[in-house]
C-alpha cells in the first residue's frame, strides 16, 4: 500500500501548481493520484482505472527518454492517442529509480518556479517511496494502531530516540511577548505569545522556497526539505510529517545533534530531540518530548536551534507535568525544605542558613546533595526555575 504521505505530498504539489499529477512505480503501475485539474486527459484516466499504462503509451514515452533520463523531461502531446503534454520527472533515492512523477501540462508548462518545486518535492516522494512503508509505518505507530505495531518489524527494534523539525517565523533573537495577553488572548483574536523580530507569526518561513527550504504554511515544502537532504543519507531514517513537524525515528545510538542542525538549517526552522527510549512501545512519548523540545527551541533561542528534551528545565514541567523532578526528595524531606528556602529567598544562603538554623557548611552539603538527587544545576537559572516550579505545584497539588 502507498505510504499516506506520499498522498499527502501529492495532494499538496498538484493544487499549489494547479495540475494533475500521478506516481507510477519503475513498471509503469499508477500507486498514487491527485485529483484533476483542467481538460480531462483519457490517457490518465485509463492509467487510474487500470493501474497500468497501455503499450503504445509506454512506447511514445519511452521514445522521449523516459527509460533513461535522471532529468525532469517534457513529452509532447498525442492527439491519436488521446495524450496531453506531460512533464516527467524520475523518482531518484541514492542513486537508484523509485518511480516517476508525471504532471499533466494540457494547459501549458509550468513556470520555472512550479517546475523547480516539483523537482523539490520528488526528492521527498522518492524518499518516502524507497523507504519500503517505513513512513507510513512511523506515522501510524504514532497515532497508535495496533496491528501496525504488531508489524512493525521494518523498524527495527531496540532504543530509539524522535526527532521533530518545525519551520518557524523569521527575523533576529528579540523577543517580544505580550504577557499578560498570552493566555487570555488579545481583542484582534490572536494568541498573545512570542514573536521573533519582526517576522509574521506562525509556524511558516520566510522565503520563496527557491534553495530547497519550506514554503511559508506549506507541510509539503517542509517535507520535501527534509526528504532532499534525507537522500543524500546512506541509509535514512524513517521520517513523516505530522502536526506540521517533519518526524524522525532514529536509533537510540545515532548523533541526532548533527542531524538536527543540518534539518533545521535546511528547512529554516527548529529542530527537537527526544530522550532515548527502550523501544516502540514508547514512541509516542518519545514523540510528544521532541515535539516540545522544537517548541521550546522557538519559545527560548537560548536553547540554540536544536533543544534536547532531558536539557529542557522548566520547559519540560510546561510540556509534561508529570515530568516532575522531584521525585528524588520524596525519601528526603528536609532536602525538600531547605531547597524551598533556598529559593524562595532568591540564592541568599546566609538567609537560608539563618532560617534553618544551620551552619554555612551543612547548608552547601545539602544543596549538592539536591544537585546530585535531582540531576538539576542550581546555578543554572532555568534549572532553578524548573524546581521552584514544581515545589509550588507541588504545594498547589496537596489542597
Not at 527526544?274 to 536553547?303: D, Q, T
Request: proline residues 6%; hydrophobic residues 45%.
Amino acid at each position: 500500500m502507498i505510504a499516506h504521505d506520499v498522498q499527502d505530498l501529492l495532494d499538496s504539489l498538484a493544487m499549489a501548481v494547479g495540475r494533475g499529477m500521478a506516481v507510477d512505480d519503475p513498471e509503469g503501475r499508477v500507486v498514487a493520484h491527485s485529483v484533476h485539474y483542467g481538460e480531462v486527459d483519457q490517457v490518465r484516466a485509463q492509467a487510474i482505472l487500470s493501474r497500468s499504462v497501455p503499450a503504445e503509451v509506454e512506447a511514445w514515452q519511452e521514445a522521449h527518454g523516459v527509460a533513461t533520463t535522471r532529468e525532469p523531461v517534457r513529452i509532447p502531446a498525442n492527439p491519436a492517442l488521446g495524450m496531453a503534454a506531460r512533464l516527467c520527472v524520475p523518482l531518484l533515492h541514492r542513486d537508484r529509480r523509485v518511480g516517476f512523477l508525471w504532471v499533466i501540462e494540457g494547459d501549458g508548462p509550468l513556470s520555472s518556479e512550479e517546475e523547480a518545486r516539483t523537482v523539490r518535492e520528488a526528492a521527498a516522494i522518492a524518499a518516502l517511496l524507497d523507504g519500503g512503508g517505513s513512513s507510513h509505518t512511523l506515522r501510524s505507530l504514532l497515532n497508535g494502531e495496533i496491528a501496525v505495531r504488531r508489524a512493525a518489524g521494518i523498524l527495527g527494534e531496540g532504543p530509539l530516540r524522535v526527532l521533530a523539525v518545525r519551520v518557524l517565523a523569521g527575523g533576529g533573537d528579540v523577543v517580544r511577548g505580550d504577557v499578560a495577553g498570552g493566555a487570555a488572548g488579545r481583542s484582534d483574536g490572536s494568541r498573545g505569545g512570542i514573536v521573533r523580530g519582526d517576522g509574521p507569526r506562525g509556524d511558516v518561513a520566510p522565503g520563496d522556497g527557491s534553495r530547497g527550504d519550506a514554503v511559508p504554511g506549506d507541510p509539503g515544502g517542509l517535507a520535501g526539505a527534509v526528504g532532499d537532504e534525507l537522500s543524500r543519507m546512506r541509509r535514512p531514517p524513517a521520517f513523516t510529517v505530522v502536526d506540521r513537524h517533519a518526524v524522525l525515528l532514529l536509533n537510540g545510538g545515532e548523533d541526532a545533534s548533527a542531524l538536527g542542525e543540518s534539518l533545521a538549517a535546511r528547512a529554516g526552522g527548529l529542530a527537537g530531540i527526544s530522550a532515548v527510549h527502550p523501544g516502540l512501545g514508547s514512541l509516542r512519548k518519545a514523540y510528544g518530548e521532541a515535539v516540545a523540545a522544537a517548541r521550546a527551541a522557538a519559545a527560548e533561542p537560548a536553547l540554540g536551534p536544536v533543544a534536547r528534551w532531558p536539557e529542557l528545565g522548566v520547559y519540560r514541567l510546561l510540556a509534561e507535568p508529570t515530568a516532575y523532578p522531584l521525585g528524588p526528595l520524596r525519601e528526603h524531606p528536609a532536602l525538600a525544605v531547605t531547597l524551598e528556602t533556598y529559593l524562595d529567598h532568591g540564592g541568599d544562603a546566609q538567609e537560608t542558613a539563618r532560617l534553618l538554623h544551620l551552619h554555612r557548611t551543612s547548608l552547601y552539603y545539602r544543596l549538592a546533595r539536591i544537585e546530585e538527587l535531582t540531576g538539576r544545576s542550581l546555578k543554572d537559572g532555568t534549572q532553578r526555575l524548573e524546581l521552584h516550579l514544581a515545589l509550588k505545584l507541588a504545594r498547589w497539588n496537596a489542597v
